[in-house]
T-cell receptor, first 115, second 112 residues
């Protein structure tokens, strides 16, 4: 079974631009979560999508948005990039059944550098 | 507000020795899951061990075990017989409101 796939793996943008990151979850997983990882803050929760609906949202400005498609693939978008948005963006998928134990399966991440 | 605290940003341990990574968390719920995730350099984050809060018995996975103190809201990870492949960032986490909240991580170095 293929793992979580994130594209692109690396990208460089300049301030003010926007970026779209993609995540394909493990087949059969309907929940996709996004995290921002920085050295000083660790992993911070961005949002979670389940069956094309945003179920949870972290404390990030509205410049950060996401969506999920009917095949469970998800995208996140960051508009008007700032230097502080430089980070590793991690996507994680999970099955989310009645007996969900909370285990997340992570992709390798998309490393965004904002110049 | 940070609700998972890992007080050791970095730790080092000699190969074959035992090391304990600490974690405290804050929750008002009685039933939840706690996790330790491992992130090797430039590799995917993987689950190391999971603890169900209503189970008093500490979880164990081979060389990895936890010391779960529910009343103290403490969840430490013990790695026995440390190996070079254990070098990684370790994140403590728990589920709250259907999302997983992570600590800031502890970078573990293994000294040969």
């Amino acid at each position: 079974k293929a793992g979580v796939t994130q594209t692109p793996r690396y990208l460089i943008k300049t301030r003010g631009q926007q970026v779209t990151l993609s995540c394909s979850p493990i087949s059969g997983h309907r929940s996709v979560s996004w995290y921002q990882q920085t050295p000083g803050q660790g992993l911070q929760f961005l949002f979670e999508y389940f069956s094309e609906t945003q179920r949870n949202k972290g404390n990030f400005p509205g410049r950060f948005s996401g969506r999920q498609f009917s095949n469970s693939r998800s995208e996140m978008n960051v508009s008007t990039l700032e230097l502080g948005d430089s980070a590793l963006y991690l996507c994680a998928s999970s099955q989310v059944a009645r007996d969900w134990t909370g285990e997340l399966f992570f992709g390798e991440g998309s490393r965004l550098t904002v110049l | 507000a940070q609700t998972v605290t890992q007080s050791q940003p970095e730790m080092s341990v000699q190969e074959a020795e035992t090391v304990t990574l600490s974690c405290t968390y804050d929750t008002s719920e009685s039933d939840y899951y706690l996790f330790w995730y491992k992130q090797p350099p430039s590799r995917q984050m993987i689950l190391v061990i999971r603890q169900e809060a209503y189970k008093q018995q500490n979880a164990t996975e081979n060389r990895f075990s936890v010391n779960f103190q529910k009343a103290a809201k403490s969840f430490s990870l013990k790695i026995s017989d440390s190996q070079l492949g254990d070098a990684a960032m370790y994140f403590c986490a728990y589920n709250r409101d259907d999302k997983i909240i992570f600590g800031k991580g502890t970078r573990l170095h293994i000294l040969p």
